[in-house]
């Protein structure tokens, strides 16, 4: 095939859908003329990435020894390997290219923890989209999202990929995410594969540290950490990745409860399950699998279809076949499950990638804005004192201050797919496009860095930066200072650099890291209107600046348009509506914190409340769906449609809220419920619905919700089974966690 057809058409045609029948013909076709290798390459995912050992990508896919590559970003590398597969291997099968985009491809969006900080699913779905068109136009067919775990400990890093503490707000965030990412079907022209993951209980590891056992009984794991799986199955998700960690003493890349029973058994799922890197071969390292013939076994016996990067499954299985220790039929519905994908994705048609494509796509003035409007959206103003927030573009004399103020690796946050160049707009750029006639100072401050490099620079070593000295840090601290201390208003651009969030960047504190509070009480000192900025991708411990700093906004990780997003909330050309979706601690060793508790012997109020902990109380410096904005709200006239409801039946929640302010303004509406006794105790408060309302000054709107069985019902250890019961119930509606308005309801038989 010349180098020309290679690249493809100009225009991709529209490939017609295929149904289920012709699909399973297809990959019955494919099947019957397949030999035991090639069946098994499909099994493998390998590495296209310098740092993967083993040989090189070409002469496995030329073998036939592959089903798909990861950690390979270049249009021209996918056609040729897709050369190799579809005209040189021995079943001419299409490869599948894979990488993970998390929150953008070139056109960065904010973190997931901050599209769910939006409140409002529609954002992370038009997030994914783009994301989405952008990476198919390069070449991928499948990404490793959305990160769908639980996490309710901050010091975990992976806490910056997922919707934060709760699953309700996981879940409408897990089925925006999918939808955005595959359409409205696996195949649909500029989409990829979604893949949910990390199945399951990840964020829960044990002190939040990454890849760390998981201890969770059935009764946690189905209430909260299932969730969102479970409707990303619903919603037609294509893959699932199995998590690293053990769960319950079982690892979840070994585990067939998970990946047979539950996934593929109790919630029917078709697609096929990929391994977390490395995971297979990993069991024999975590003292489940004796060598690595017996983590091939375990592994796909289990439910993992593919091995991505290990090359276990390439290695043993065909010996596990040929001496009758796997059977074969076992093999077979793993490829199929790969090859149906491969169908539908229309890649036996079109398997070229135009290389022409990407360039254009990314030109989209549609994607830019998009990212400033869900970085908007995103944004939760923590404090606002004196109505120090917005600010007045008339001002004359700015500093901005701070390690990350112009820091572009910092404003598009973790997880950057493969050899991408951060090109975000920063705050400093923000803020100066705001104010084009005002003197803008900047001064950066000691810089701020990990202790313990992350392995994903080992990995891909790029040019180090030198680490300023001791002298060096001084000096840049003193500078900031009498920077600030020249301006009429300051604002501070702290937090966290890209490599403190995410993979392999757990934290044993949540303090802001480096001098950063040392400076900003310096700062503070000078007796000058004081804006806090945060760039980070978790919550941290800011209790200090909570009670000195008037105005505190959470930016997040807001992405390429995030400099004049948050530009566009300080001089007030939009107006924060963003919501926490996870607690702010008062100090790191608070972790885990999350809202929805159970009610112990001694609750909030009780005389052995305090002593929880003697040097500090137990609560939130900042509760969950908690955030303020420049208009006021109320939210009155709670009604429930009936008193009493049968069980199996349904009741509607309403309420008004009011914007009592001057400006127009969203507030996101929030229900919560608690089932007072049961066979089981339940959690203190549990969201069951939510809506982001936007409201002109005096504008009143009325906000519905419905509460039936699968919002008042849950898994009971003690019944072990779902149950919905026949108990008293406590509703409240409110801005946040912990909303006042309340109501009874009694569910009866």
Not at 168 to 185: D, P
Not at 265 to 282: H, I, R
Not at 359 to 387: T, W, Y
Request: proline residues 6%.
């Amino acid at each position: 095939m010349s180098a020309k057809k290679i690249a493809g058409p100009k225009k991709k045609a529209v490939l017609p859908t295929p149904s289920e029948s012709e699909v399973a013909a297809r990959v019955e076709a494919l099947l019957g003329q397949m030999s035991l290798e090639e069946k098994i390459g499909q099994l493998a995912q390998i590495g296209g990435a310098s740092f993967v050992p083993g040989p090189k990508p070409e002469d496995v896919i030329r073998k036939g020894g592959a089903g798909s590559i990861l950690w390979l970003n270049d249009t021209k590398k996918f056609n040729a390997l897709q050369k190799i597969a579809v005209e040189e291997s021995p079943s001419k099968i299409p490869l599948l290219f894979a990488l993970d985009v998390i929150h953008g491809y070139r056109t960065i969006f904010p973190v997931p923890l901050a599209m769910a900080a939006s409140w409002d699913p529609a954002v992370a779905e038009r997030a994914q989209a783009v994301a989405a068109k952008e990476a198919r136009a390069a070449g991928l067919h499948w990404t490793f999202g959305p990160m769908l775990d639980i996490a309710r400990d901050a010091r975990w890093g992976r806490i910056v990929e997922g919707a934060g503490e709760d699953p309700y707000l996981g879940t409408a965030m897990a089925v925006a995410q999918v939808k955005g990412f595959q359409g409205e079907y696996i195949g649909a022209p500029d989409r990829v594969v979604a893949c949910a993951k990390h199945f399951a209980g990840y964020g829960a590891a044990d002190g939040g540290r990454d890849y760390d056992p998981v201890y969770l009984p059935e009764g946690r794991l189905r209430n909260v950490y299932f969730p969102p799986f479970e409707a990303a199955v619903k919603a037609g998700v294509g893959t699932f990745m199995s998590a690293y960690m053990d769960l319950n003493d079982v690892p979840a890349s070994g585990n067939r409860w998970l990946l047979r029973d539950v996934l593929r058994g109790e919630w029917g799922f078709k697609g096929f399950v990929v391994s977390d890197a490395f995971a297979v071969g990993s069991l024999v390292i975590q003292g489940f699998a004796r060598d690595g013939r017996d983590a091939a076994f375990r592994g796909l016996s289990a439910g993992v279809d593919m091995d991505m990067a290990s090359s276990t499954y390439l290695e043993h299985l065909v010996g596990l076949v040929q001496d009758g220790t796997m059977d074969i039929e076992i093999i077979n519905e793993s490829v199929r499950s790969i090859l149906a994908i491969k169908v539908r994705m229309g890649l036996f048609e079109q398997p070229y990638a135009d290389e022409t494509q990407l360039a254009k796509v990314v030109k989209l003035p549609e994607h830019r804005q998009e990212a400033r409007r869900a970085a908007q959206r995103s944004m939760v103003l923590l404090r606002n004192e004196g109505g120090l927030l917005p600010l007045s573009k008339g001002l004359k004399n700015v500093a901005v201050i701070g390690p990350l103020a112009d820091s572009k690796e910092a404003t598009e946050g973790s997880w950057m797919v493969f050899d991408h160049t951060p090109a975000a707009v920063t705050v400093l750029k923000g803020i100066r496009a705001k104010l084009p006639g005002a003197k803008v100072s900047y001064a950066a401050g000691p810089e701020i860095r990990r202790d313990i490099p992350s392995w994903f620079e080992t990995m891909a070593p790029e040019e180090k930066k030198v680490v300023q000295t001791a002298e060096q840090a001084q000096a840049a601290f003193r500078k900031a200072v009498n920077t600030a201390r020249k301006a009429d208003l300051v604002v501070m651009v702290l937090g966290e650099n890209a490599d403190m969030a995410g993979e392999a960047a757990s934290r044993a504190s949540l303090d802001l890291p480096g001098r950063q509070e040392e400076l900003l009480r310096a700062v503070v000192a000078l007796g000058k209107p004081v804006v806090l900025v945060l760039l980070n991708g978790r919550p941290l411990s800011i209790g200090w600046a909570a009670e000195n700093v008037p105005a505190i906004l959470e930016a997040w990780e807001p992405g390429s348009e995030g400099g004049n997003a948050v530009a566009d909330i300080l001089f007030g050309d939009a107006n924060p509506g963003g919501k926490l979706p996870v607690c702010f601690p008062r100090k790191g060793s608070h972790e885990p914190l999350y809202y929805a508790r159970n009610l112990t012997h001694s609750p909030e109020g009780h005389p052995m409340y305090n002593p929880r902990y003697w040097d500090g109380l137990p609560i939130p410096l900042y509760p969950f769906g908690f955030g303020l904005s420049y208009t006021t709200f109320s939210i009155t006239n709670l009604k429930v449609s009936a008193p009493k409801v049968k069980v199996g039946s349904q009741v509607t929640v309403t309420a008004e809220v009011t914007n009592t302010g001057s400006r127009e303004g969203d507030e996101v509406v929030q229900l919560y419920i608690h089932q007072k006794a049961g066979s089981d105790s339940r959690p203190m408060r549990e969201l069951k619905g939510f809506e982001r309302v936007t409201l002109k000054p005096g504008e009143t709107k009325t906000v519905s919700f419905k509460l039936g069985p699968a919002e008042l019902g849950y898994w009971s250890t003690n019944a072990g089974k779902w149950v919905q019961e026949a108990e008293a119930f406590d509703v409240w509606v409110g801005a946040d966690s912990l909303a006042a308005l309340h109501a009874d309801l009694e569910v009866i038989q």
